[in-house]
């Protein structure tokens, strides 16, 4: 499951969990592989340097997102390091589900990038777009504690609305109040349990 900053696919998720779903949060496990300790802490800071640090030896996130989000090497870089990492973490996570579970990556750059794709036994067989205008997304990010500019950036370097339609087999707007996204999320449930024997 993907979309773009602010269009809800954390509330999505969680409309798939209590259908059933098990929810793969990849966000947080990029986190978890730059934090301390993580597979992927020591080659970031070599990468970027002490200038992405806390006064604590750990690695601040908004300071290398800084570096990360405004320049495109800077980008490339950081997956470079951290995206084998992620794979790894995924292969470990989702091997320990029952092999009959519903898995459902939640990741906001699957279409840039070759997250969960490393290992062909939890390669991701369908793709999920959750949608909603530009203007809302930046909405939610900024009413969210983002600044509007950092949302805006983000944004922008994530894929376009069509790159994401390109690859979607499903799309879910979000783009209503909330009685319309839990009516989109349950028809969405009964086509994803549909593909669940293949």
């Known amino acids: 499951m993907t979309g773009g900053i602010g269009s809800g696919k954390s509330t999505v998720a969680s409309l798939l969990a209590a259908h059933g779903a098990n929810i793969v949060d990849v966000d947080a496990l990029g986190r978890a592989v730059i934090a301390p300790g993580g597979r992927a802490e020591a080659a970031v800071v070599a990468e970027f340097g002490d200038g992405v640090l806390t006064t604590d030896g750990t ?10 989000f405004g320049h495109p090497d800077g980008l490339a870089r950081l997956e470079a390091i951290s995206h084998p990492a992620i794979n790894e973490e995924l292969t470990e996570v989702v091997g320990a589900f029952p092999g009959d579970a519903i898995v459902v990556y939640d990741m906001a750059i699957l279409v840039e990038s070759n997250l969960g794709r490393g290992d062909p036994a939890h390669h991701y067989s369908h793709v999920l777009v959750v949608e909603a205008p530009l203007e809302l997304r930046i909405a939610r990010a900024v009413a969210r504690g983002m600044n509007e500019a950092d949302a805006r950036a983000r ?12 690859v979607a087999d499903l799309v879910v707007r979000n783009d209503a109040d909330v009685a319309a996204l839990e009516a989109n999320v349950a028809e969405a449930w009964a086509t994803i349990r549909s593909w669940a024997p293949a």
Do not use: H
Request: hydrophobic share 45%; proline share 5%.
């Open 59 to 68: 690695i601040d996130r908004p300071a290398l997102a800084r570096v990360v």
């Open 155 to 166: 944004a922008a370097s994530q894929a376009t609305d069509e790159q994401r339609r390109a």
